[in-house]
């Protein structure tokens, strides 16, 4: 099971970059559509391309939201979001039509990208990641993303790397400190270094 990697499969997104990234390195996937299949696994990637109140309804319809709670109760068992996906794992977001709740994994709401320079949305391309502590240092490097909505943290100490737009700083990896991870960008899709941060997930 330790060479096995969930991924959820929820109907949001193409998850073929993931899975590229994934065997690359050499390990085994699972695709998890059911929670039940969520014990045949101790590492989980939540990926998600798409709007906040589709992916949390997918989520809800297949009875995901209250699975994956108890499954992040066990600290051994590793669960990274990316894109939409770090979004899921947060409180609420300004995208959400319908008032409708995150994941609540990370103490964090989601906003429209803002910035008094004039900038693009949605925010898509090459920007810097700079992470927050020295373990992460050697990831320090320009990203691949695609985004309208950031991350905003309550505490600082969620905050796993930050990344501007235009003069607005909003977190692009967050964390609970114990076994949670999600980052804005795309490592999958981030050549060699976004490689290497998805192999440090898979091997911890």
């Known amino acids: 099971m330790s060479n096995t990697i969930g991924i959820i499969d929820y109907d949001c997104g193409n998850i073929r970059s993931v899975i590229n990234a994934i065997e690359y390195h050499q390990y085994n996937i699972k695709m998890v559509s059911h929670p039940s299949q969520l014990a045949e696994v101790s590492k989980i990637i939540l990926p998600g391309v798409g709007a906040f109140d589709p992916a949390m309804q997918s989520l809800e ?4 939201v209250e699975a994956l709670k ?7 068992h590793k669960l990274l979001g990316i894109c939409l996906g770090m979004q899921l794992l947060c409180n609420i ?15 964090a709401d989601v906003r429209l990208l803002t910035s008094s320079i004039e900038c693009r949305l949605p925010n898509m391309g090459w920007s810097e ?3 927050c502590t020295n373990e992460w240092d050697c990831f320090n490097g320009d990203y691949y993303f695609v985004h309208s909505y950031g991350v905003f ?17 909003f977190a692009s990896g967050i964390t609970n400190g114990v076994n949670i ?9 981030s ?11 898979l091997k911890k």
């Open 153 to 169: 943290c309550k505490n600082d100490s969620s905050i796993l790397a930050k990344s501007t737009y235009g003069d607005t700083s």
């Open 129 to 131: 990641v700079e992470f």
């Open 61 to 64: 319809k297949l009875d995901f």
């Open 191 to 201: 050549h060699y270094l976004g490689l290497s941060l998805i192999e440090d997930f």
């Open 70 to 76: 108890n499954w992040v109760g066990i600290d051994s």
């Open 93 to 107: 977001s300004e995208e959400s039509l319908e008032a409708r709740k995150g994941l609540g994994f990370i103490d």
């Open 181 to 189: 991870t999600g980052f804005q960008f795309h490592p999958e899709k």
